[in-house]
């Protein structure tokens, strides 16, 4: 089969089941911090480690297993993650204790990149014409992973327990490795390359192109403001005249399904050449988003319009950064795709330091105003390289 017929629907919306499962792994135990923190004998403050060591374990991840993607087969290396993945699930299910439960969250995190092996691989199978249509698909699965992990971690968890979401989970891991390895084609073989080799020639794939630079400038800018703008908003919706529940502002979250749709079919916008235009008017959609939020610090009707208006903005971003990157250098996307999943990650760290600081100085007003800030300054650098910095010349 070749790689430019790889990308058929059926596999398209497995990919993007199947990375918006994996995915999910990294948010399972965010909800359940209280029922965990009183089953291993801890507080819920030193129980929010474990979320924190879920993030670094997936960070190295990104790093270290990612850029093996360019080298090795896939139709192995994918649902070999995914085996792993399962089995540090298990063992979260079974932990004795605290701290064991520490190491495996953070196992659960090294292991849980099969949906960031997923969209390079489908950039690579797909034809040239459609490749923002698949990669936006596969996004939007991702995008849906993130946004409902936290909705079906608390309903299993209220009916088994929650030990149960990291059973679910793990069998789940399986079922997709049995289906990857069956339908992911066979694909040529590549160039071996020594591993710290590899692992060098994600910062050498960096230097050598100035789009990629320029795009991961922008795109961990805009993770940035959306991590602040989340991080914020559950401070505002908890504190009065709003008080919510954690499970009443989750479902406020939901409403950033719609950016999830927005993935899906942004891509299309880049197939037809309009990528570095619509980047422009995405960036301008998140700054209106924060506008509108700043006004509406009293009223949830005005909170849930610049929540959808600024996932859509975000993700239509987000899509479009990625599939440009994957057009730069075909036998390099993993590594690029590390790149650009480190950056965001690099960004959203930034931006959830900035966002307490922000709240302690100003509350809502200043975290939204320092979001607007920071978009000014990555449509500042789209307009300055919108003509030359952000057009790719690279074969597709």
Do not use: K
Request: proline share 4%; hydrophobic share 60%; no cysteine.
């Amino acid at each position: 089969m070749t790689a430019r017929a790889g990308m058929t629907p059926g596999r398209t919306l497995l990919f993007a089941v199947a990375g918006g499962a994996a995915v999910g792994n990294l948010y399972w135990a965010q909800p359940l911090l209280d029922d965990i923190a009183s089953s291993l004998g801890t507080s819920t403050a030193v129980a929010g480690l474990l979320v924190t060591l879920t993030q670094v374990g997936y960070a190295l991840g990104i790093l270290l297993v990612v850029p093996l993607g360019d080298v090795l087969d896939r139709r192995r290396l994918v649902p070999g993650v995914l085996v792993a993945s399962a089995a540090a699930l298990v063992f979260a299910a079974v932990a004795p204790s605290f701290g064991v439960l520490l190491v495996a969250l953070a196992l659960v995190g090294l292991t849980t990149v099969a949906g960031q092996l997923l969209i390079p691989l489908a950039g690579d199978l797909a034809d040239p014409a459609a490749r923002g249509r698949v990669v936006g698909t596969i996004a939007s699965g991702v995008l849906t992973g993130i946004l409902v992990s936290r909705t079906v971690s608390g309903f299993v968890a209220d009916v088994w327990g929650w030990r149960s979401i990291y059973v679910v989970a793990a069998v789940a891991a399986l079922v997709f490795a049995v289906l990857l390895r069956r339908v992911i084609p066979e694909l040529d073989r590549r160039e071996r390359v020594p591993y710290p080799t590899l692992i060098a020639s994600v910062f050498r794939a960096v230097a050598a192109h100035r789009s990629v630079r320029v795009t991961l400038v922008i795109s961990a800018t805009v993770f940035a403001v959306f991590t602040m703008f989340w991080t914020a908003l559950t401070f505002l919706l908890s504190a009065a005249p709003f008080g919510y529940s954690t499970t009443a502002i989750g479902l406020v979250g939901l409403a950033g399904l719609a950016g999830a749709v927005a993935a899906q079919r942004v891509g299309r916008l880049h197939d037809r050449g309009l990528s570095v235009p619509v980047t422009g008017a995405a960036l301008v959609l998140v700054l209106v988003s924060l506008v509108i939020a700043g006004t509406g610090a009293h009223s949830i009707v005005v909170v849930l319009v610049a929540v959808v208006l600024l996932d859509v903005g975000v993700q239509a971003t987000n899509v479009l950064n990625q599939t440009r990157l994957f057009a730069i250098d075909p036998a390099a996307r993993s590594r690029l795709n590390t790149a650009f999943v480190t950056g965001n990650f690099v960004g959203g760290a930034i931006g959830s330091a900035v966002t307490s600081v922000l709240w302690n100085a100003g509350g809502w007003t200043a975290v939204t105003v320092g979001g607007a800030v920071l978009i000014g300054f990555a449509l500042t650098v789209w307009a300055v390289h919108r003509r030359r910095g952000l057009v790719v010349t690279a074969p597709r």
